[in-house]
């Protein structure tokens, strides 16, 4: 079954100096039919106006993914890490036990645009851990780049949950392919451009809920950037 979730479907908060689209109910935006996707709770897509950012709040029992578009994400934490986060980078955070963090952009005049995405550990109660990992474009061009696993499998981020995330860079001809193992569903999420997906006609923000298949086909994308969430 194949099910699209489009761009304008999703909830939206306009604070000013944060825009943000929730793919699944978060924050005012409920929804009872968008809850998450398997362990997939959070995808959202925020835009932050130079100079602002999310201030000191906790977590805990949560696998956060900072996924940074474009501009510079600036991140510090209880745990004592502090980075900046550019196009390329991958951050996990398990919030575990609990821990405190802020996020700024980087730059006073230039808004920063990433996703935020929280995935359901398969354990609560660990320790908070903390990584950060780079990986440059080419390793994304015209393939399907392992972003993060519950292994660390080809130099990904390691995450608490038996889930992989992909990422890929499509364009014109570049087509690529993925085999879901037996019980397994997945959820493409187009961050920018266009693609089709098995199928099917997305745009930026759109997404695909894919159930009972077992190859997903992503092509004739036109400066496309797709990330593939093969879950349990």
């Known amino acids: 079954m194949n099910e699209i979730r489009r761009a304008d479907e999703r909830g939206y908060a306009d604070h ?4 943000s689209y929730h793919s699944f ?13 398997g362990p997939l709770r959070v995808i959202n897509e925020d835009r932050v106006a130079g100079g ?12 956060i993914i900072s996924y940074v578009l474009s501009g510079e994400l600036e991140h510090k934490d209880s745990m004592g890490n502090g980075s900046i986060i550019r196009p390329g980078d991958v951050q ?15 730059s006073k005049t230039e808004p ?6 929280w995935i359901i550990p398969d354990e609560e109660g660990i320790a908070p ?6 990986f440059p474009a080419e390793d994304k061009r015209g393939r399907l780049r392992i972003v993060a696993s519950p292994d660390g499998r080809e130099g990904s981020i390691k995450m608490h949950q038996n889930a992989l995330v992909y990422s890929a860079l499509v364009d014109g001809d570049e087509q690529v392919e993925h085999e879901l193992a037996d019980g397994r569903q997945a959820y493409v999420h187009v961050a920018r451009g266009n693609a ?6 997305l745009n930026p923000g759109d997404a695909l809920k894919l159930r009972d298949q077992r190859n997903i086909v ?15």
Do not use: C
């Open 16 to 19: 000013g100096w944060l825009k």
């Open 25 to 37: 109910s978060f924050a005012n935006y409920y929804d009872p039919q968008h809850m998450g996707f």
């Open 52 to 63: 602002a950012g999310f201030g000191r709040h906790p977590h805990n029992d949560m696998e």
């Open 92 to 106: 996990r955070m398990s919030a575990g036990t609990g821990v405190v963090h802020s996020e700024f952009n980087q």
């Open 112 to 117: 920063v645009h990433f996703l935020q995405i």
């Open 129 to 134: 851990e903390y990584e950060q990992k780079f």
């Open 196 to 201: 089709t997906v098995n199928g099917e006609t």
């Open 218 to 232: 992503i092509e004739r994308g036109k400066q496309a950037e797709v990330l593939l969430f093969d879950l349990p």
